[in-house]
């Protein structure tokens, strides 16, 4: 699993806009199904009649969803801001409460990391490629069906007009998006190709050759291996991944169980770590993220 990276994470976040808006970023393209999330909104709007958007983005679409949000009756509340330059944009996105997605499907959600780099929600439909960009409940809310979204979208801007609320799903909003960087990226991809060539020149099948479960393995290096030329990366692949911080080790091992797990930790004279069965979210976020315990499929097993 190789993802996207995002831009990087501005150093503050911006001041919000008094009135709750949700702001999204988006080619006004039939897919993005942009004249669903305005039905939605309209339904929001009537509990919530302060609540506006901006959206920012140009398409063949842009005529006929202007025409639908002015017979939604939705032209006071509802700005098409057309296309905009980057900090135009930018300003645009970082002030507003929240962000939504309608998309059938992505193949990753671009538009759903940058804004939570600003420390911006996302509200989706829980859909491939989408459903993988918003950790629910921590840096915003998947739901269900298109039926749902308006009373979600006024739930969430229930709950983020608490100031308190507000400032921690901004805080994890920026944290899952500090997971997405293109040296990353390019790490993985390197990776993934150094062990493709060895498993091709060894005449290996890369359909059987690895498990398909990935495990998170946590440990401290051990007080009589500190001063030592202890060196755990030997127990590596190309594709695993390593955090190292105040003598705490966290690895993301590819395509390795819980039993492969600790073989190789006691192959480096590791006889006590905590091994969980890494989950989507922890492939995702990376070792060293606090994401990564987040989905562990059991607890710890060494």
Not at 26 to 40: A, E, I, N, T, Y
Not at 43 to 53: D, E, F, G, Q, S
Not at 292 to 301: F, S
Request: with cysteine; hydrophobic share 40%; aromatic share 6%.
């Amino acid at each position: 699993m190789v993802p996207n990276g995002t831009i990087d994470i501005p150093p503050t976040v911006a001041t919000r806009a008094t009135e709750p808006t949700i702001a999204v970023v988006s080619r006004l393209v039939p897919h993005k199904r942009l004249d669903l999330l305005l039905g939605q909104f309209a339904v929001a709007a009537r509990k919530l009649p302060n609540l506006r958007m901006d959206i920012v983005g140009d398409g063949p679409e842009r005529a006929r969803l202007q025409q639908l949000a002015m017979d939604l009756g939705l032209d006071h509340a509802v700005t098409f801001h057309g296309y905009q330059p980057n900090q135009v944009r930018d300003s645009l996105l970082s002030r507003a409460w929240m962000t939504a997605s309608t998309s059938a499907s992505e193949g990753w959600g671009c538009s759903v990391i940058e804004a939570a780099a600003w420390g911006v929600p996302c509200l989706a439909l829980r859909v491939p490629g989408i459903r993988d960009s918003v950790v629910d409940g921590r840096t915003g809310w998947l739901v269900d069906s298109p039926t749902e979204l308006g009373g979600a979208i006024a739930d969430a801007i229930e709950e983020l007009a608490a100031p308190e609320a507000a400032i921690i799903v901004s805080g994890e909003c920026r944290e899952w998006a500090r997971c997405f960087t293109w040296d990353r990226s390019t790490k993985l991809l390197t990776g993934v190709i150094l062990e493709e060539t060895v498993m091709r020149r060894d005449g290996g099948d890369p359909r059987s050759c690895h498990s398909d479960l990935s495990t998170l393995v946590q440990f401290e290096i051990p007080a009589r291996l500190e001063d030592s030329a202890f060196d755990f990366t030997t127990a590596l692949r190309p594709t695993d991944e390593y955090a190292l911080a105040d003598g705490h080790v966290s690895i993301l091992m590819k395509g390795r169980d819980e039993f492969e797990a600790f073989s190789a930790m006691k192959s480096i004279g590791v006889a006590s770590a905590e091994i969980h069965s890494a989950g989507r979210i922890t492939l995702l976020a990376g070792p060293g993220s606090v994401f990564a315990p987040a989905d562990a499929l059991d607890g710890p097993q060494r």
